[in-house]
Nanobody
Framework: QVSLVESGGGLVQPGGSLRLSCAASGSIFSINDMGWYRQAPGKQRELVATITSDGNANYADSVKGRFTISRDNTEKSVYLQMNSLKPEDTAVYYC????????????????WGQGTQVTVSS
């Protein structure tokens, strides 16, 4: 069993900052890409940022220059530093990871966290 647990969401004023964290645990042999996605009310889930195992990052145009994704492979964790937050950043943020795991059958599978709410409002 593999689980991803996010933390760090909350309420922040426009222009403020938040740092999201996500830790993977369980029977993990390796983790490939990790990332953050978000889903606002009435909208589809969208990519925010991804990072490869060797640290190459990719961002949605809407967050470039404001958000920074990073990871700690030893801690099996991924982070999202969010600066200059805007009301349109309000959403549930989900952590995602491609994980090599298993007991009888070992294979790569995508896993999702439970989500953490980020609300940007004055």
């Amino acid at each position: 069993q593999v689980s991803l647990v996010e933390s760090g969401g909350g309420l922040v004023q426009p222009g403020g900052s938040l740092r999201l964290s996500c830790a993977a645990s369980g029977s993990i042999f390796s983790i490939n890409d990790m990332g953050w996605y978000r889903q606002a009310p009435g909208k589809q889930r969208e990519l925010v940022a991804t990072i490869t195992s060797d640290g190459n990052a990719n961002y949605a145009d809407s967050v470039k220059g404001r958000f920074t994704i990073s990871r700690d492979n030893t801690e099996k964790s991924v982070y999202l530093q969010m600066n200059s937050l805007k009301p349109e950043d309000t959403a549930v943020y989900y952590c995602n990871a491609r994980v090599l795991s298993g007991s009888v059958v070992i294979q790569w599978r995508p896993y999702w966290g439970q989500g953490t709410q980020v609300t940007v409002s004055s």
